[in-house]
C-alpha cells in the first residue's frame, strides 16, 4: 500500500526557515515524479515544486530562489526547505506521487498533508 | 501559464439530483484534465483523469466530458456522501495548475 507521511510543518515567523519531510512507503520514491503541492483557503491548490525520476527540479514562480526540493534514496523520502518564508506562504503542504506513462501525469497518491503557518 | 476557471463556485443540491461542473482552460490542453474530490478534512483524491477516464473504485455515476478547453464533470444521481469540493487539474505544461474549486453541498 501507498503511503506518504508529511511532517516537519509549525508556527515560523517571517524570513524563517522550515523543512518538510515526505516519507514514503510502499514504493520506491526515486522511481516517480513526485510532487509538492500546497493549499490555502485563499489561493486554493497551489503546485509547488516537483522533482523528477532524473532528480531535475522544478519550482512554481512564487517559490523559485526561496524552497530546495530534494530527495534522500536511503531513506526513501523527498523533503521541501522553505527559506524567507513569508505570509503567503501559509497553506497545508501535500506530499504527491505522480502516475506513471506520459509527460506529466494525474496526481495518484497524496499526503495528509502538513501544515505551515508564518506570522509574526 | 494555463489558467482554468471552473464554475459554478458552489452547489446545493438534493439528493439524487444531476450535478454539472465545469472547466475552462485559457488555452487548448487537449485531454490533460483531470478530476479530483476532496471531502472535509480529507486530502484531494483523483477520480477522473485525461478529461474522461475513470479512477479504479469510483462510483459509476461520475463521469467526465470534453477536450481542448471545455470540460464537464457530471455525477449523475448526487448521493449524500458525495458532499465535496471537485478541483479541475491540467498537465498539460508545467506549472501544473488547478481550479478554484467547486463545493457541493446536499440540501
Known amino acids: 500500500e501507498v503511503q506518504l507521511v508529511e511532517s516537519g510543518g509549525g508556527l515560523e515567523q517571517p524570513g524563517g526557515s522550515l523543512r518538510l519531510s515526505c516519507a514514503a512507503s510502499g514504493f520506491t520514491l526515486t522511481n516517480y515524479d513526485m510532487h509538492w503541492v500546497r493549499q490555502s483557503a485563499g489561493r486554493g491548490l497551489e503546485w509547488v515544486s516537483s522533482m523528477d525520476v532524473a532528480g531535475n527540479t522544478y519550482y512554481a514562480d512564487s517559490v523559485r530562489g526561496r524552497f530546495t526540493v530534494s530527495r534522500e534514496h536511503a531513506k526513501n523520502s523527498l523533503y521541501l526547505q522553505l527559506d524567507s518564508l513569508r505570509s503567503g506562504d501559509t497553506a497545508v503542504y501535500y506530499c504527491?506521487?505522480?502516475?506513471?506513462?506520459?509527460?506529466?501525469?494525474?496526481?495518484?497518491?497524496w499526503g495528509q498533508g502538513t501544515m505551515v503557518t508564518v506570522s509574526s | 501559464e494555463i489558467v482554468l476557471t471552473q464554475s459554478p463556485d458552489f452547489q446545493s443540491v438534493t439528493p439524487k439530483e444531476k450535478v454539472t461542473i465545469t472547466c475552462r482552460a485559457s488555452q487548448s490542453i487537449g485531454s490533460t484534465l483531470h478530476w479530483y474530490q476532496q471531502k472535509p478534512d480529507q486530502s484531494p483524491k483523483l477520480l477522473i483523469k485525461y478529461a474522461s477516464q475513470s479512477m479504479s473504485g469510483v462510483p459509476s455515476r461520475f463521469s467526465g466530458s470534453g477536450s481542448g478547453t471545455d470540460f464537464t464533470l457530471t455525477i449523475n444521481g448526487l448521493e449524500p456522501e458525495d458532499a465535496a469540493a471537485y478541483y479541475c487539474q491540467q498537465s498539460s505544461a508545467l506549472p501544473v495548475t488547478f481550479g478554484g474549486g467547486t463545493k457541493v453541498e446536499i440540501k
Open positions: 504527491v506521487r505522480e502516475g506513471t506513462g506520459g509527460h506529466i501525469d494525474p496526481f495518484d497518491d
